[in-house]
């Protein structure tokens, strides 16, 4: 026996080896197989727990046969839940029990949390499995010649497009290059070649930042990106050459620009101020993004709010998956923070809602999150297809594969420094990670999350 035959554990996934339906309706049996190598020894007894309606229960797996020096159990799954997790007790010969999760393998029993786990709610489209995603930021990407031909803004720095960036705040967010819709246009042929077919734009609505994560309206598309009509262009032109397109929305809060925002700044019993948080009778101080002033954030206990942005007809939501510009999905910003503040907690009820909306008008889209910490509670497929997130994927895999260097640099407030920056955390520098650890760490923070939405994220 070689020394790697004799590390091998046993195995289970949720790919289609391993499990009948990515997709099972309520009442559904699914069969769920674990391969037990011979090296590591002989399986007398193997079983199935799940745990419908919070209660543990059992079923007994069948030796399928042997390959390649593993053996092929099969145990039958009936969904009861929308989130049905289950989980394999393997009774070897020489008595020892085990029992393998998400988590991996363990001589204790183990948490519900970490349990597999097949999701009944509606599926993500199909093409999300093997879509290569490309994130584009409009202003850096590519300048089309009518760029030359829009205004700069007053809020605007200038750049040409070979200057370096100004890395101290504000000139980062508000040094303009002019890249343009019609400059990602030219490039689609490049991308194809790159093999991508799924495109994701960062915010393309007008706002007082290149970035436009503080938009000042959800109904245009910036005229200094091409407007509307480049918008509509780039989706056509991305379809003949099958590439899908997703868009970049902020659930979390709008900028202080908005109409929204301004209508009721200052004005109280404004119609729109019950989207936000004034916490003065004048409607002049309010509650923002992390205290940025200039993003104020979403009260979704508004109803109004709601209708006007993701479940009426002509929602922000709606109207940009509709003719004519027929957006593929959404990736939605700060998703984590959505509907969250203090006591109130209604981030479920908004990514439900949002995929209500899209399930509607195009069941063919994705809906995307983005979480910057453990998003195991909100990942759970009854919302979000899948999710950008940072401690599970970003943080350990820049802990393993940088090379941090001790040469000083200024930071966004002109300060001198020498630790690297490590995506928001102080931890003094960037830590360095064996390829052990880096799996380590991504399967902790992926273990709580079913296969379906982890092929998402």
């Not at 000139?171 to 689609?188: A, H, M, N, T, W």
């Not at 709606?318 to 907690?345: C, E, Y």
């Not at 999150?369 to 899948?386: F, I, R, Y």
């Not at 001198?416 to 990670?433: K, L």
Request: avoid cysteine; glycine fraction near 8%.
């Amino acid at each position: 026996m070689t020394d790697a035959a004799s590390r091998l554990i046993p195995h289970h996934d949720g790919s289609p080896l391993h499990v009948s339906t990515l997709a099972p309706a309520l009442g559904e049996t699914v069969r769920v197989r674990v391969r037990i190598p011979h090296a590591w020894g002989q399986a007398a007894i193997v079983r199935a727990r799940s745990n419908p309606d919070h209660e543990p229960a059992w079923t007994d797996a069948v030796l399928l046969g042997a390959d390649g020096g593993w053996d092929w159990w099969e145990a039958e799954v009936v969904v009861a839940n929308p989130r049905h997790g289950y989980r394999f007790m393997i009774r070897r010969d020489d008595g020892r029990v085990f029992w393998l999760n998400q988590a991996g393998l363990h001589e204790i029993e183990t948490l519900d949390a970490e349990d597999f786990a097949l999701v009944a709610y509606p599926a993500p489209p199909a093409w999300m499995y093997d879509a290569v995603m490309y994130q584009v930021f409009p202003d850096r990407f590519a300048r089309s010649s009518e760029a030359d031909t829009h205004p700069t803004p007053e809020w605007a720095t200038p750049a040409s497009w070979d200057d370096p960036v100004d890395v101290l705040a504000p000139g980062r967010s508000q040094q303009l290059y002019g890249g343009d819709l019609p400059g990602v246009i030219e490039k689609l042929d490049h991308l194809v070649g790159l093999g991508v077919n799924l495109l994701y734009l960062t915010p393309v609505f007008p706002a007082a930042s290149n970035h436009r994560y503080d938009a000042s309206s959800f109904l245009t598309v910036d005229p200094l990106l091409g407007g509307d009509d480049a918008y509509v262009r780039l989706i056509e032109e991305a379809h003949a050459r099958g590439i899908r397109v997703i868009g970049d929305l902020t659930s979390n809060h709008s900028g202080d620009r908005h109409e929204w925002f301004l209508s009721a700044y200052g004005t109280p019993a404004a119609p729109a101020e019950e989207f936000y948080y004034f916490t003065d009778e004048g409607n002049t101080e309010y509650i923002s993004w992390l205290g940025y002033p200039t993003l104020p954030k979403f009260n979704w206990a508004s109803e109004k709010l709601r209708e006007r942005f993701i479940s009426g007809p002509d929602s922000v939501v709606a109207m940009w998956l509709k003719p004519p510009f027929n957006a593929d999905g959404w990736r939605i910003d700060v998703a984590n923070m959505t509907g969250r503040l203090g006591d109130v907690d209604l981030n479920a009820e908004v990514r439900q809602l949002l995929r209500e909306t899209m399930i509607a008008i195009n069941p063919d889209t994705l809906l995307l999150g983005e979480s910057t910490n453990d998003a195991v509670s909100d990942l759970q497929g009854d919302g979000w297809h899948g999710a950008m997130t940072y401690p599970s994927f970003t943080r350990p895999l820049w802990a393993w594969l940088s090379d941090p260097q001790t040469t000083s640099y200024r930071n966004a407030e002109g300060d001198e420094v020498t630790e690297p920056w490590f995506f928001g955390q102080p931890i003094g520098g960037i830590p360095r990670y064996t390829a052990a650890q880096f799996v380590d760490s991504v399967t902790r923070f992926a273990a709580g999350v079913p296969w379906r939405v982890r092929l998402g994220t």
